[in-house]
């Protein structure tokens, strides 16, 4: 029981914690900023779809995740350039989707 | 009257997510883990950074099976969404009949996978199942364990068989939810059989096309018990599709990191097209 709650079994990095710990905290800004000024801020972007805060939120996560891979698998360059360009994507979907 | 709201309600939804943080999210949090290292057992892992996700990016094992995955779920959505609606189209709208068609068409669906695939392996040996035995007896060469084309015939045939009636099932809801005023008003304007199809049965079944091509899409995408057990992914690797790769890295390599950057590429990709057709239904309901 002890090694079932110690939570070795999920086999922690602080690397994945840190990474968790940021969508967490992700999740947490977007609450207090919809506690602020409530009603997801609607909005129709210039791909054509009415987003709220939280599709462009999903929208910049998963394209990151997409951005990741793709610098994974097809340059051989650092992956803090795939992270930069990631901000960048994250920026602009946030500012115009 | 104002509305009165009440956030407290939102604790009622608590259990519920206990529930998917226990059956999907911690499990999703362990995978990821896994992903980024290597373990040789006995709980001991090694940090490895992104060397699995290369690895199984530039890997020419990972780009065949997935290609392999997507030709399969193409192919069977270009024969059970066309095949599913014009069956539907066939079926009467009303009458003793309805209740014999629906339940014959559910049927396939109530069988569990495994048993469709043990099913379709007895009916496609070619010396004593009934389809192998009679393709060879017309002169057709046929043997699944042994050419690759024969086992992609089966394991299509096998989910068109399984899987065609969910899209009928849904195109048949669409058809009857249409008024029959516009069936009259197509019929004042002599209005062709095609032109009833084109501009009134189709536009109308829209959204449960949409969903039977997501249902469908996704299901497809993750098969695996059915051609496990007609195939094995076999022969050679010829229906091995990513989720059969996925098993055998993990439990026949025991390479958990690899397959633990699999299964989260895998996942990734099915939550992008789940997004993509999310976004199109919701768009249609906008419209």
């Not at chain 1, 110690?6 to 967490?24: E, G, K, P």
């Not at chain 2, 009303?94 to 559910?106: D, K, N, Q, R, T």
């Not at chain 2, 516009?182 to 009134?200: E, L, M, N, P, T």
Request: aromatic share 16%.
């Amino acid at each position: 029981m002890a090694h079932w709650l110690d939570l070795t079994w999920m086999a922690w990095t602080w690397q994945t914690a840190t990474f968790f710990l940021v969508i967490f905290a992700l999740l947490c800004a977007m609450t207090i900023w919809e506690w602020a000024s409530p009603g997801g801020g609607p909005r129709h972007g210039i791909l054509g779809l009415d987003t709220t805060r939280g599709d462009r939120l999903f929208i910049s996560l998963l394209g990151s995740a997409f951005i990741h891979l793709g610098w994974l698998g097809l340059t051989d360059m650092p992956l803090w350039g795939g992270t930069i360009l990631s901000l960048i994507c994250a920026y602009a979907v946030f500012r115009w989707v | 009257m104002t509305k009165t709201w009440n956030n407290r309600a939102w604790f009622l939804v608590l259990p519920v997510l206990l529930l998917v943080a226990f059956n999907a999210i911690i499990p999703l949090m362990t995978v990821v883990n896994y992903s980024v290292q290597e373990t040789f057992g006995n709980n001991l892992f090694f940090f490895e950074g992104v060397k699995w996700y290369e690895d199984v990016l530039t890997s020419e094992r990972f780009h065949d099976s997935l290609f392999r995955q997507f030709l399969f779920t193409g192919i069977i959505l270009l024969i059970e969404v066309p095949l599913g609606v014009a069956i539907a189209l066939t079926m009467p709208r009303s009458g003793p009949w309805v209740s014999v068609c629906l339940v014959l068409m559910a049927l396939p669906l109530l069988i569990p996978w495994n048993v469709v695939g043990a099913m379709w392996n007895i009916m496609a040996l070619p010396d004593i199942g009934l389809l192998g035995y009679g393709l060879n007896a017309l002169g057709i060469p046929y043997n699944f364990t042994r050419q690759p084309i024969s086992a992609w015939f089966t394991v299509v045939l096998m989910d068109v068989w399984h899987w065609t009636s969910l899209v009928v099932l849904l195109a048949y809801a669409g058809l009857r939810s249409i008024p029959e005023a516009y069936y009259q008003a197509a019929k004042i304007d002599g209005a062709s059989r095609w032109s009833v199809f084109r501009y009134i049965q189709l536009p109308k079944m829209n959204r449960v096309l949409t969903i039977a091509v997501l249902l469908r899409f996704m299901d497809s995408f993750m098969i695996y018990t059915e051609p496990f057990v007609l195939t094995g992914g076999g022969p050679g690797n010829a229906t091995t599709f990513l989720s059969i790769d996925l098993v055998k890295a993990a439990l026949g390599e025991f390479n958990l990191g690899i397959a633990a950057a699999m299964s989260i590429i895998y996942f990734l990709m099915t939550l992008l097209v789940s997004w993509i057709f999310y976004t199109l239904m919701t768009r249609g309901d906008e419209q």
